[in-house]
C-alpha cells in the first residue's frame, strides 16, 4: 500500500507540472520564446540549488522582460550561462543552449578549446534533439563530466512541485557524521542512481548522500536517506 501510495503520489506530481507547463502557454508571444525562457529559468534555479552565484534578479526575470532582450525567435548564444560556486570561485560552470538540430561530433568539438581558455569546472550542454553516438564519445575531450538535459525535461522544476518529497543533499561532514552516528558503511544505505531525476537536478556524483523528508496524508512524516551509486 505505501509503494502504491508513493507511486500516486509521483504520478499526481507530473501530471500537476504538465498542467503548470500547459498553462503557461496561454499568451500572444511564439511558443519558441516561452520554452527558451522556462527551459532557461529552470537551469538558474538548478544552478543556484547547487551552490552557484545566481543573481536573484536573472531568476526573478519576468517573460515579458525576457521577450524583449531576447525578443520572439531568441539567438541562443545570447542564453548562455556562466557562474561560479559562491564558497569557491574558482569553480566556475558554463551552460549552453544548442540548436534544434541533431547534436553531432562537430558540434562537441570546437566546445573543448573554448573550455581550456576559460577555465571551466562544468559544462552543461541544452539539447533540443538526439545526441550522436560519435559526439558522446567526444565529451571525453574534457577534462570533467560534461551533463546533457533535453530542453523539455527543463520546462518544469520537478523540486518545486508540492507532492514531492524535500532533498537535501548532505556536505562531507554531514555524511561522515551520520555514517558514525548509525555506525554504517555507505554501501548499506538505500541506492540512488546517477540517472535519478534529483541526482541529475543536483549534479551529484557516486558517494553522496542525498536527505529525503516525506509529509503529507499518504506518507506521513519520516526520512530516509539514500547514497548515489
Given at each position: 500500500?505505501?509503494?502504491?501510495?508513493?507511486?500516486?503520489?509521483?504520478?499526481?506530481?507530473?501530471?500537476?507540472?504538465?498542467?503548470?507547463?500547459?498553462?503557461?502557454?496561454?499568451?500572444?508571444?511564439s511558443?519558441?520564446?516561452?520554452?527558451?525562457?522556462?527551459?532557461?529559468?529552470?537551469?538558474?534555479?538548478?544552478?543556484?540549488?547547487?551552490?552557484?552565484?545566481?543573481?536573484?534578479?536573472?531568476?526573478?526575470?519576468?517573460?515579458?522582460?525576457?521577450?524583449?532582450?531576447?525578443?520572439?525567435?531568441?539567438d541562443?548564444?545570447?542564453?548562455?550561462?556562466?557562474?561560479?560556486?559562491?564558497?569557491?570561485?574558482?569553480?566556475?560552470?558554463?551552460?549552453?543552449?544548442?540548436?534544434?538540430?541533431?547534436?553531432?561530433?562537430?558540434?562537441?568539438?570546437?566546445?573543448?578549446?573554448?573550455?581550456?581558455?576559460?577555465?571551466l569546472?562544468?559544462?552543461?550542454?541544452?539539447?533540443?534533439?538526439?545526441?550522436?553516438?560519435?559526439?558522446?564519445?567526444?565529451?571525453?575531450?574534457?577534462?570533467?563530466?560534461?551533463?546533457?538535459?533535453?530542453?523539455?525535461?527543463?520546462?518544469?522544476?520537478?523540486?518545486?512541485?508540492?507532492?514531492?518529497?524535500?532533498?537535501?543533499v548532505?556536505?562531507?561532514?554531514?555524511?561522515?557524521?551520520?555514517?558514525?552516528?548509525?555506525?554504517i558503511?555507505?554501501?548499506?544505505?538505500?541506492?540512488?542512481?546517477?540517472?535519478?531525476?534529483?541526482?541529475?537536478?543536483?549534479?551529484?556524483?557516486?558517494?553522496?548522500?542525498?536527505?529525503?523528508?516525506?509529509?503529507?496524508?499518504?506518507?506521513?512524516?519520516h526520512?530516509?536517506?539514500?547514497?548515489?551509486?
Open positions: 500500500m505505501k509503494n502504491q501510495g508513493k507511486m500516486k503520489m509521483k504520478k499526481e506530481a507530473v501530471d500537476q507540472n504538465q498542467g503548470d507547463w500547459l498553462s503557461e502557454f496561454l499568451d500572444d508571444g511558443m519558441e520564446s516561452h520554452k527558451y525562457y522556462v527551459a532557461r529559468r529552470t537551469m538558474l534555479e538548478m544552478l543556484k540549488d547547487r551552490g552557484y552565484a545566481v543573481p536573484s534578479s536573472e531568476i526573478e526575470i519576468s517573460l515579458q522582460q525576457f521577450r524583449d532582450k531576447h525578443g520572439q525567435n531568441p541562443i548564444n545570447s542564453l548562455r550561462i556562466s557562474l561560479w560556486l559562491k564558497d569557491n570561485p574558482s569553480i566556475k560552470v558554463l551552460a549552453l543552449f544548442c540548436s534544434p538540430g541533431v547534436v553531432k561530433v562537430d558540434v562537441i568539438r570546437p566546445l573543448a578549446s573554448m573550455i581550456f581558455n576559460d577555465s569546472s562544468r559544462l552543461i550542454l541544452i539539447v533540443q534533439n538526439k545526441v550522436t553516438t560519435e559526439a558522446l564519445k567526444s565529451l571525453d575531450l574534457f577534462p570533467f563530466k560534461v551533463e546533457i538535459f533535453q530542453i523539455n525535461d527543463l520546462l518544469v522544476n520537478i523540486t518545486k512541485n508540492k507532492m514531492m518529497p524535500k532533498h537535501k548532505l556536505s562531507d561532514e554531514e555524511k561522515k557524521e551520520l555514517l558514525e552516528k548509525y555506525k558503511d555507505e554501501k548499506l544505505l538505500p541506492r540512488m542512481s546517477e540517472k535519478d531525476a534529483i541526482a541529475r537536478y543536483y549534479g551529484l556524483e557516486k558517494g553522496q548522500i542525498v536527505k529525503t523528508t516525506y509529509s503529507g496524508e499518504l506518507t506521513q512524516l526520512v530516509t536517506y539514500r547514497c548515489v551509486c
